[in-house]
């Protein structure tokens, strides 16, 4: 069955240095969405991607945050100078209907 | 009153129990909703969509009251495996612009 894949599974990063966190939605999906999710609290939407750009994004989503799909796989989100209060798993999720989301495993970023 | 509410539990039942979770959401013109299940520590992953009909997969069956604005889902025969957070998922606006709204969880113990 296809998934979504992301990596890495946990990055720990020093406060204001850039991360890129990395997926790599299903092959025929068309819509990709970037998820964090603060241990306890629920999950909050960050940025959807739709032909090459960006569709939605939230008011978390601010110029701290940039995504990118570099090939045809790849989905990148950055975030250019990390905060302690980036600290959060980031889902990154794709479908080939808008209602729907798949999920990948989620990378646990650690900042310190 | 919150865009998606849920009694976040915890719900603590004996193998074999029925149990039913509510989901109250606020926007009226919502479209479409949905039935997450998340284990600890891990992606979410769709249950279930939730139709105006009602809707039955297995042990699992999801309905939908608009008149009173809100979801619910009834596991029957729970087992140990059921246990997680069950997440409810509410599409808050219509045509192609849709936005997902997840509420905080239900959490669901299902104890030997």
């Known amino acids: 069955e296809p998934e979504v894949t992301q990596t890495p599974s946990h990055q720990v990063t020093q406060m204001g240095q850039e991360v890129i966190l990395r997926c790599v939605p299903i092959?025929?999906?068309?819509?990709f969405y970037w998820y964090r999710q603060i241990l306890g609290q629920k999950v909050e939407f960050l940025v959807s991607?739709?032909?090459?750009?960006?569709?939605?994004k939230s008011e978390i989503f601010d110029d701290q945050f940039s995504v990118e799909r570099p090939d045809g796989s790849n989905f990148t989100l950055k975030i250019r100078s990390t905060k302690l209060e980036d600290s959060a798993m980031y889902f990154c999720?794709?479908?080939?209907?808008?209602?729907?989301?798949?999920f990948g495993p989620g990378t646990r970023l650690t900042v310190l | 009153r919150k865009e998606v509410e849920q009694d976040p539990g915890p719900f603590n039942v004996p193998e074999g129990a029925t149990v039913a979770f509510n989901c109250t959401y606020s926007?009226?013109?919502?479209?479409?909703f949905f039935w997450y299940r998340q284990d600890c520590r891990k992606e979410p992953k769709l249950l279930m969509s939730?139709?105006?009909?009602?809707n039955e997969d297995g042990r699992f069956t999801a309905q939908l009251n608009r008149a009173s604005q809100y979801i619910s889902l009834l596991i029957r025969d729970s087992k140990l495996s059921d246990s997680a957070t069950y997440l409810c998922?509410?599409?808050?606006?219509?045509?192609?612009?849709?936005?997902?709204?997840w509420g905080l969880g239900t959490s669901l113990a299902v104890n030997p």
């Open positions: 939730v139709y105006s009909s009602g």
């Open positions: 999720a794709s479908s080939d209907r808008l209602e729907f989301r798949f």
């Open positions: 092959s025929n999906h068309l819509y």
């Open positions: 991607f739709y032909n090459n750009e960006i569709s939605e």
């Open positions: 926007n009226s013109a919502s479209q479409s």
């Open positions: 998922v509410v599409n808050t606006k219509g045509g192609n612009n849709r936005k997902l709204i």
